[in-house]
């Protein structure tokens, strides 16, 4: 069974603090996601990735950076967290055009 | 570019009853097409996808969807729903322009009432 787990379910950071939220795949896939997913606006693409090392912009990047050193794994980072960042996270990886969802990740910033 | 617009943000409906869930998308070359739902506390999965081929398109746990190329409609139904349908169902498209991310949209809520 396909398999895309995210480091953590629900996750309460303070302002300022430096957030790291990690995703890991186990389809062997070259593209991997972030969206944050807020009432009534959907989801929104934070950053992507094709291949290990590579990286692109979404729609909404501004505030946060990603990492992706080994072909599995994805991490997003927030590098000075703001409360305006108090989201619903979901990574997803995907070969072609289905996109396989992580259970999603619920940060909370105080 | 590519676009997505699900008509109605809520839709309530009794146990039992049809349900008609509506999408319109847009792009200027041919596209796929994806509907995901969401249960609560969840991340999202695919209930169906258009790629080619037929129009009619089933997907899990008894829906289906129509693909309308003139109206550039994706509408997911259901005959008879469950209280267990009760979740978020997000419409997606991918392709246009030749990317293969998806744009989905704002999400429609289901909620039925038994």
């Known amino acids: 069974d396909v398999k895309v787990t995210q480091s953590s379910r629900y996750l309460v950071k303070r302002t300022g603090e430096k957030v790291f939220l990690e995703c890991v795949q186990d389809m062997d896939h070259e593209n991997m996601f972030w969206y944050r997913q807020d009432p009534g606006l959907g989801l929104r693409l934070i950053y992507f990735?094709?291949?290990?090392?590579?990286?692109e912009k979404g729609d909404i990047p501004e505030g946060y950076s990603v990492s992706r050193e080994k072909k599995e794994r994805f991490s997003l980072i927030l590098e000075s967290a703001s409360t305006n960042q108090t989201s619903m996270y979901l990574c997803?990886?995907?070969?072609?055009?289905?996109?396989?969802f992580g259970p999603g990740t619920r940060l909370t910033v105080l | 570019a590519q676009s997505v617009t699900q008509l109605d943000s809520q839709v309530p409906v009794f146990e039992e009853a049809p349900v008609e869930l509506r999408c319109n998308y847009s792009?200027?070359?041919?596209?796929?097409l994806f509907w995901y739902v969401q249960y609560p506390n969840q991340g999202l999965q695919l209930l169906l996808k258009?790629?080619?081929?037929?129009?009619l398109v089933k997907g899990i746990n008894g829906f289906e969807a129509e693909f309308n190329k003139s109206q550039t409609s994706f509408h997911l139904r259901k005959p008879s729903v469950h209280i267990s349908d009760t979740a978020e169902y997000f419409c997606?498209?991918?392709?246009?322009?030749?990317?293969?991310?998806?744009?989905f949209g704002r999400g429609t809520s289901l909620i039925v009432h038994p």
């Open positions: 792009s200027s070359v041919s596209v796929y």
């Open positions: 990735s094709y291949d290990v090392k590579m990286k």
């Open positions: 258009y790629l080619s081929g037929s129009t």
């Open positions: 997606a498209v991918a392709g246009g322009g030749g990317s293969y991310i998806p744009t």
């Open positions: 997803a990886s995907s070969r072609r055009n289905e996109q396989f």
